[in-house]
């Protein structure tokens, strides 16, 4: 639905909105951020109702450390098309902040541009699928850093 009004609203302002394969990969990632950011928050939500809360667990969830780890899990699983979104994510040139390692932020942007790709693309299932399973690997690598630091 969030796709179908934002296309209409392009169309209504003149503007065609581009074939998902010809996007940035860093837009797509930067797309993939921002679903997957809203995805992990309303997950949490039962957790606590302290925004606070919310707010870091979502933050470490989402950092490129750990979407590195989940795709280096989910990488093997991916779909012929979805190996090339991969790619060209893990390729794309930007800056690499200092809270991860270069193959850490490429992973990481590789993870959120495959995700673009698939919400733009329109493929739910797969999309929640994707997000379902980087949600509880993730969860199991905070959990046995956790118990590691005891």
Not at 10 to 30: E, R, W
Not at 34 to 46: A, G, N, T
Not at 112 to 126: H, I, P, S, T, V
Request: hydrophobic content about 45%.
């Amino acid at each position: 639905m969030l796709k179908e009004h934002t296309l209409a609203a392009c169309k209504g302002a003149g503007v065609d909105f581009p074939p998902t394969k010809q996007i940035n990969p860093i837009l797509l990632a930067y797309i993939g951020d921002v679903v997957f950011s809203m995805y992990i928050r309303l997950r949490l939500l039962p957790l606590s109702s302290h925004v606070r809360i919310v707010h870091d667990l979502g933050s470490r969830m989402v950092s490129a450390v750990y979407q590195c780890q989940a795709m280096q899990e989910l990488e093997a699983s991916l779909s012929e098309d979805e190996q090339a979104i991969f790619r060209r994510g893990r390729n794309a040139k930007s800056m690499v902040p200092k809270s991860a390692s270069v193959h850490e932020y490429r992973m990481a942007t590789a993870f959120e541009a495959l995700l673009g790709y698939l919400f733009l693309e329109e493929r739910e299932a797969r999309l929640e699928e994707f997000m379902d399973k980087s949600f509880d690997i993730i969860t199991e690598k905070m959990n046995a850093k956790k118990e590691a630091g005891k």
